[in-house]
């Protein structure tokens, strides 16, 4: 009897081979990302709404990753609300900072809004500092990395893959219009840790 592919579970299934010698398999594909979430290891990040009082160009969100494995940004959304002072006409500028390290948005450590999992049914949490900004803070060092224009009144979703490693830092700064006075803003990251 020649060799067969026997089902290791004592069952007696076989494995079954077509005319053209390909082996029949079932397999449910699934990314990366969603792998993590079923472990409970994905999560939604959000500063919360922040109003900005000036022009000047202000850290809104600092995220470090103390967790031993990488953490995976896949997402990002930005609101900005309606400038007043400002023109509907200007754009807001949205930088993001790869690896900055100092700065009063990181020694203020105010916690931002939301740092939640995004498995409903799981009780872990992201190991990380997860601050807001706010008008009049600093956030320095590090390299400006990607950079977003936004108009008044909307909200930016970029997909992103923003690999940080253990120590790693991202950060966000925000530029509103010129005059202005008053903005809402928020971010929210869509983040997960590798498996």
Excluded at 12 to 29: F, H, M, Q
Excluded at 100 to 114: D, L, V
Excluded at 169 to 194: D, F, Q, R
Aim: proline letters at 3%; a negative charge; aromatic letters at 6%.
């Amino acid at each position: 009897m020649p060799d067969q592919i026997r089902d290791g579970t004592g069952d007696g299934y076989l494995a079954k081979v077509d005319s053209t010698n390909r082996l029949r398999s079932r397999a449910v594909e699934s990314s990366e990302e969603h792998a993590a979430n079923l472990l409970g290891n994905a999560y939604n990040l959000n500063t919360g709404s922040i109003t900005l009082t000036s022009a000047a160009d202000t850290p809104v969100a600092y995220l470090k990753n103390n967790e031993t494995t990488n953490l995976i940004v896949t997402a990002m959304a930005v609101g900005v609300n309606h400038s007043t002072g400002g023109s509907a006409t200007d754009m807001a500028f949205i930088t993001v900072v790869r690896n900055p390290t100092a700065g009063t948005t990181i020694s203020n450590a105010n916690a931002g809004a939301i740092n939640s999992n995004r498995n409903y049914s799981s009780s872990n949490t992201l190991t990380a500092d997860w601050y807001k900004g706010a008008t009049g803070e600093t956030m320095t060092d590090g390299d400006d990395h990607i950079l977003f224009y936004h108009s008044d009144g909307n909200r930016l979703f970029a997909t992103i893959e923003e690999v940080l490693p253990q120590g790693a830092t991202l950060g966000i700064k925000i530029e509103p219009p010129a005059s202005n006075t008053s903005m809402e803003v928020y971010v929210a990251l869509i983040c997960h840790l590798e498996s």
